[in-house]
Nanobody, 121 residues
Framework: QLELVESGGGLVQPGGSLTLSCVAS???????IGWFRQAPGKEREAVSC????????KYADSVNGRFTISRDVAKATVYLQMNNLKFEDTGIYYC???????????????WGQGIQVTVSS
């Protein structure tokens, strides 16, 4: 089965940058991929999504202009470059795979375990 593993999280200061990676195993990553995040006490929310070849990308209003999603098909990896990070970006970040491009969250069938991103000074 498809497995997704996130990496690259950690602690960063406000205004700093961090890049997350999502690597697929078991099956080559050709699926549409989304990045999501969840803060303690809050519901999970969509951050960004990307089509199989990376030609279509979308962003939540809260991160648009600061985050960039991309993918390296040969490496079966999707990236989320996060710039100018803010306190409200803190949370657990997940990557997930879906059957069509940028669908509602409930249509994502495979999820990574999540990785912590903390923005603090």
């Amino acid at each position: 089965q498809l497995e997704l593993v996130e990496s690259g999280g950690g602690l960063v200061q406000p205004g700093g940058s961090l890049t997350l990676s999502c690597v697929a195993s078991g099956v080559t990553m050709y699926s549409p991929i989304g990045w999501f995040r969840q803060a303690p006490g809050k519901e999970r929310e969509a951050v960004s999504c990307i089509s199989p070849q990376g030609t279509i990308t979308k962003y939540a209003d809260s991160v648009n202009g600061r985050f960039t999603i991309s993918r390296d098909v040969a490496k079966a990896t999707v990236y989320l470059q996060m710039n100018n990070l803010k306190f409200e970006d803190t949370g657990i970040y997940y990557c997930a795979a879906a059957g069509r491009v940028c669908p509602p969250m409930n249509e994502y069938d495979f999820w990574g375990q999540g990785i912590q991103v903390t923005v603090s000074s």
